[in-house]
């Protein structure tokens, strides 16, 4: 319980107290952010003791694993930032993006896992038959597991996706339709001199854009996944089939442009590939 409680500390302080302005700008807004993990994970802790205190010392039950898990987070932020300062990554290197986010995100749950091991006696015995093992969870550890998996398949995969398509140019974001008028006018003989009919012929080319509703998008992408995530669940892949065939009568028409057509696969390939793999190792854990 603990260990899965630390885990999702870290996803609130990382994907709900931390700002867009604090991600743009991270270096400025470290001791912020290391303020909202020192909030999250001592809480976290603070509780643990008071409910399971038998007498073990305040120092290694709760000051030394939590300075142990806000010093590692600072650690490995820091060395993300410099790292990214140093090999400047542009902004269409978007694989090399996600690759430093996942490495990140993985690191501070080691450092978790490792403040577990050292100080709160949580070994690898017990991960393992978590995952692997015969005996059924408790119902707080079910209620905790399901929350990480939910904000991992809401606001982590979506942050992931976001990282991996980049951004769009408005006018692949908000591509309508492409039309083309041709007006002909033809006059009757203009001049004694002259024979046959005068023409003029107009053409018109219209390109048609709608405002772009981000938070919509999003909204949408965090429901796909999550209904993907239960038909996994309870293996009814065919019905996966019916949430792409509606996404792709929405967008019919921007399905002309090859630029947006590929940034649409490519979002949503990675979104069901994530419902998925999440849905099944739901499925695993807790039947």
Known sequence: MLLLSLILAHLIADFYLQTDEMV???IKNIKKHVGHHFLAN???????YLINYNGTSVFGSLIFPLFFIVISHFIIDMLKI????????NN??????VSFFLIDQLLHVVSILCAGLFFLGIGFVEIHDFFLG?????TINKVLFIVIVIIIATSVSGHLIKI???????QLLTFEGKYTFKNERQEAQYANNHTGNRALSEEYNYTIFSKHDLSRGKLIGYIERLLVLVLTFYSAYPAIGFIVAAKSIARFKQMDDR??????????LTSMFIGITLGILLREVLT
């Open 259 to 268: 630029n947006w057509a590929e940034y649409f696969l490519l979002g949503t």
């Open 92 to 97: 269409e290197e978007n694989l090399k993006r």
């Open 42 to 48: 001592g809480l976290v802790l603070l509780g643990y």
């Open 82 to 89: 410099k790292l990214l300062e140093t090999i400047k990554i």
């Open 164 to 170: 991996l398509l980049g951004s769009l140019p408005n």
């Open 24 to 26: 743009i700008n991270k």
């Open 134 to 138: 015969d005996e059924k969870l408790s």
